[in-house]
C-alpha cells in the first residue's frame, strides 16, 4: 500500500517545523526503519538558508542529500528523503 500525509499548519516558527520534523525522523527511526520515507516541505516565508539549518538539525541525519529549492513563486520547497544512515 502507498500513502501520503499532509500536514498543515499556520502560524509556525522555525523551531516548531524542526521540532515536527524531529518528530517524523523518530517515529520513523522507531516504527519504519526498513522503509522509504521521504518528506516534503514547503514552507514560502522560510528563506532557504533558515530551511538548510532547520533540516540538517534533524538527528540522526538523512542518509540521503537535502534539497533546498526556490519555486518561480518565491516559496522555499525543502524535500528530505528519510533513511536510517549517515548524510
Not at 509556525?12 to 521540532?19: A, K, T
Not at 525522523?25 to 516504527?31: F, K, L, S
Not at 537535502?66 to 549517515?86: C, H, S
Request: glycine share 2%.
Amino acid at each position: 500500500m502507498r500513502a501520503k500525509v499532509v500536514i498543515h499548519l499556520e502560524d509556525i516558527c522555525d523551531e516548531e517545523l524542526y521540532r515536527l520534523l524531529q518528530a517524523v525522523r523518530d517515529a520513523e527511526q522507531d516504527y519504519f526503519s526498513e522503509k522509504m520515507v521521504s518528506i516534503r516541505v514547503e514552507a514560502p516565508e522560510l528563506p532557504a538558508v533558515r530551511a538548510d539549518q532547520v533540516l540538517t538539525r534533524i538527528r540522526p541525519p538523512f542518509s540521503l542529500r537535502l534539497t533546498v529549492a526556490r519555486e518561480e513563486k518565491g516559496e522555499v520547497n525543502a524535500q528530505a528523503p528519510i533513511q536510517n544512515q549517515v548524510l
